[in-house]
């Protein structure tokens, strides 16, 4: 009683209070809160509900996702709160029809996957459920996460590392931050409140009900929605310690709405963005590809420069905006490509890491390859050794790392292969799985003068071709070469002093345009194989050397195969 009026004098909240807004916590096995460790109760930036109604907030219930209302509609029967949450909430009030729906309720993980036949419990660091519609590429997935309690840094358990050097003191644990204050673990259920009091910022913290066409906005989102702006809930710089990925997002977020960054939630950014040396390499690399891949790359890479973290955040693009490697035209090679990726998500076409990558990287890739083949190593071992020099220094150790340097080594070594057209290498070429975006490549190749535009032109036509087409393509590109005095290859670019750096690359610069002895049979099989790049070179040359009429009925079973979507 006495302590309850001590705590009224000096304007504190009593006990039972502070936890009375965490109902899900205390029955909830393994997620107990753990006490502050200062004695001070969580700082939590709870705001006021308020509920708008269709006719302020403006949302179209047509652009809503029928399965995310499905989601929702099921768990409201089952007599839990269920809202369509977050990024959809605030593209609808946009006018936008979001790309990805995520729910958010009050039932637990393991009471959202008893509803559904298809749906899984993922995560460690967050448990959320992914309810699964439909099957291969026209799949579904809704997003399910639980209600969260707001619970700052003092409220945590704190260990000395990160995932992979504290996972033993991680087991169990359903709160805890590192040193620096980043959240490690965070499956603490709470009330909606402060459910939106966690999440970064006022745009994003907003729930809407299909049902009842409600908006629930706690924190002043929609008008923050309206005047384009984001605003950091909470304390910026706490916040940002709390998932200094946060410091990406406000930049991406920027970038892909237009949005002004309001003052407190800039200010703080260049100087905390050390923290980020923290944060494992494979979710760094996973919000890089989110920049460059989201339709607005370009304002991306902008609005990086305007804060201040164009060198140091991603070391590959650090390899972009370092003068001192920059090759000549480099910077237009990758803005160029920065353009195409654009265009592609614009149109709602797929876009695949590896290409722009790929793009990235070229650079870098051609300068480690023509370094190992002036001390001699041949022509392909040196586009592997260079390949993996690159990954290890740009890339690092991530998920997936072994698909991106399969698939972005087919792309480099098309590219010798798109010189040659003769024989039975063009049928077999466009029949490549990856042979459009070796293709895409080659087209921003010429488009700054390191391959000869009309042979884009060309092989564009050919894989485009039925048999016969093709068989009078090659019959002119033999006769041409004819003409020139024996060179195969044809399409060369007019003059080498106008071609840059790049086209002088191990395996693109031979007369005949085949690589130099030593490379040539490797890159051809690895090209062949989906880059395998252990084929035997006799083999693979005595396979380019059958004839005509076999090459004739291959061409002919592969007429217009190529030209498929990356």
Known sequence: MIKSLIHKILGKPAAAKRTAHAPHAA??????????KSGKPPRIPVGKRVDVPAS???IDPKLVDERARKVVETLQDAGYEAYIVGGAVRDLILGHRPKDFDVATNATPEQVKGLFRRAFIIGRRFRIVHVVYGRGREHEVIEVSTFRAYLDADAAEQVAGNEKTSRKELADKSHVVDASGRVLRDNVWGPQDQDAARRDFTVNAMYYDPRTEIVVDYHGGIGDAKKRVLRMIGHPETRYREDPVRIVRVVRFAAKLGFEIEPKTREPVQEMSELLSNVPQS?????????LQTGHARASIEQLRKQGLDRGVFPILDAVFDEARRHPGREQFVQLALADTDRRVSEGKPVAPSFLLACLLWHDVLAHWERNVAQGEPNFPALQSATDAVFDARIGDISGRGKLATDMREIWTMQPRFERRTGNGPATLVEQPRFRAGFDFLRLRGQVGEAEPSLAIWWESFSLADATERRQMLDEVRQQGAAGGGRRGGGRSASAASRSTASHAPGL???????DAGGDAAGDAAGEAGIGGDAPARKRRRRRRKPAGEGAARESSAGGSGGTAD
Do not use: Q, S, V
């Open 283 to 291: 979710r760094l690399f996973d919000e890089m590809i989110k920049l």
């Open 509 to 515: 610069t031979d007369d005949d345009g085949d690589a």
């Open 27 to 36: 029955h909830a096995p393994g997620h107990a809160h753990a006490a502050p």
């Open 56 to 58: 302020e907030h403006g």
